[in-house]
């Protein structure tokens, strides 16, 4: 190796939630990464601020979710989504949510595998990242994070690759060399330019019906002829600090307050920070917006605050045509941009970060084939392909609320409230499944990959808005609770872990693994409960909770099952 240049397994290029996470999938498991951010400190914007339960799964696997929950929003406040015609007006329709605690009960009671083991989590990306990376900077010990310097260029070979950093206060550069290059860096990613992987955009009207395109069209024309401007796609963000709370809870403690052409409000911490995103209308120039002024008319009246951060910024539904090759990757939103509707940008990355993390490391400790690496596209990207989908579903009904809006709803008159209860009388009827989508959070499942045992038959039924638990080759296992009070997640290892519910003979398996050198464990489970919600008395459970084989007696070739499962097939 010439002098001077920096040697790791894993480079990160990227040290955002998801690049944060990949390091903490890393350092997990023993393997030795460099994380490098061009940016000197995290995010100051607030972006994502929900963190699903199924992340949330993730992170307690990891040893962090009780950190995280130390810092997000208290337990015992609810999430409600409340509509309005302006925060200093009425309310139209709310969509009330238990907060955690009462949803940590509500999992444990009903402990029929239709749950997450985890509650979701209100909490801002700007306090998430400083909780991942101070986590990292305090106790790991293979990997190294490095803010201010980020990847440049790169060069890969059969044997790794060659990548040049960037310093960002200096602009000196230097040479690492990684056996692996994990491109985590956003959506302008660098590492996606050097792979010359092309995006296939979706245009968010895609997702609406005929009627509905109607309907918004006839609300653009109405708002022409009130000498509105129609969105261009833009929107707006003003995060702000502000202590009158009696103001901002007039509706009740909440997370989102929702107006139909005045923005959504986001309660950031439930104490002083607020976010409010606002669509542009076209030609608006948004180097010209005061923020304060904006704030104030969507609000319906002044409030005592400070702006913290104010810009534009510009939604996308975008795919990476690829993953990645070879020995770099893509994962978060360097592979994929989503509209924020459902929350899905942040936590779909999160589960890119645990698909590759534990697939590199099988790489990097000898036990991963062939197919392994490319099988992370074969995941990864029909997950990314329906949460755009769901993404832009969502904003479309976003869209049809806006395009019912009438100016009537503003007035303190019969004729108000008239227009009033018919507009939330149509929210109601479309719903708020973009916080209630239970099916995209925890019920994806991995169809077509190849390094999952699949079966004959017809696969159990997938719904957007509901999980139904199964064991189904490809899907993530069910959470349940032992009699023992013990949730069965917490007793699988790092690496695969075959769950046995009855008496059977599993000395083939064991050693087909052995031989291979692929880490099993055998947990015995003798719960009659969960023993039904696992339809089978072997499965087989892969690192990152999703089945890769299942069967009630050994099955006929112990060495094809692990050799598949392990990507040597």
Known sequence: MPAGVEETDVLIAGGGPVGLTLALELEHRGIRALLVERNPTTTRHPKM????????????????????????????????????????????????????????????????????????????????????????????????????????????????????????????????????????????????????????????????????????????????????????????????????????????????????????????????????????????????????????????????????VANAWQPRLALARTYGRGRVWLAGDSAHQFIPTGGYGMNTGVGDAVDLGWKLAAMLQGWGGAALLPSYEAERRPVGFRNRAASARHLSIRTEIASAYTPRIHQDSPRGEKARRALGARITALGNLENEALGIEIGYRYDDSPIVCCEAGAAPPWEMARYHPSTWPGVRIPSVFLTDGRALYDLLGKGFTLLRFADVDATGLVDAAAQQRLPLEVVDVRDPHAARLFERDLVLVRPDHHVAWRGSRPPDDPAAVVARVRGAA
């Not at 962090?64 to 015992?76: L, Q």
């Not at 104030?296 to 002044?302: D, I, K, N, V, Y």
């Open 49 to 308: 601020d929900v963190t699903n339960g199924r992340s949330m799964e993730h992170f307690r696997r990891l040893g962090i979710a009780e950190e995280m929950r130390a810092r997000a929003v208290p337990g015992d406040h609810p999430m409600s989504v409340v509509w309005c015609s302006r925060a200093a007006e009425w309310e139209l329709a709310r969509f009330h949510y238990d907060g955690v605690d009462q949803v940590r009960a509500r999992i444990r009671a009903r402990n029929d595998g239709t749950l997450p083991l985890e509650p979701n989590m209100r909490i801002s990306q700007v306090v998430l990242e400083p909780v991942i990376k101070d986590h990292l900077e305090r106790h790991a010990r293979h990997v190294e994070v490095r803010f201010g310097a980020g990847l440049e260029r790169f060069e890969q070979d059969d044997d790794g690759v060659t990548a040049v950093v960037r310093a960002s206060a200096t602009g000196a550069e230097h040479t690492i060399r990684a056996r692996y290059l994990a491109g985590c860096d956003g959506a302008s990613s660098a590492t996606r330019r050097g792979l010359a992987i092309e995006l296939d955009e979706m245009a968010p009207q895609q997702a609406m019906s005929a009627a509905a395109k109607v309907r918004a069209l006839a609300g653009i024309a109405r708002g022409l002829l009130r000498g509105e401007k129609p969105p261009d796609g833009r929107v707006f963000l003003i995060h702000f600090r502000s202590r009158e709370r009696d103001f901002f809870e007039r509706f009740g403690t909440l997370w989102h307050l929702q107006a139909p052409r005045h923005g959504t409000l986001i309660a950031q911490d439930d104490v002083e920070t607020w976010t409010l995103h606002l669509p542009l209308g076209g030609g608006t120039d948004a180097g010209a917006v005061d923020p304060k002024r904006l704030l104030f008319e969507c609000l319906g009246r002044e409030v005592d605050c400070e702006i913290l």
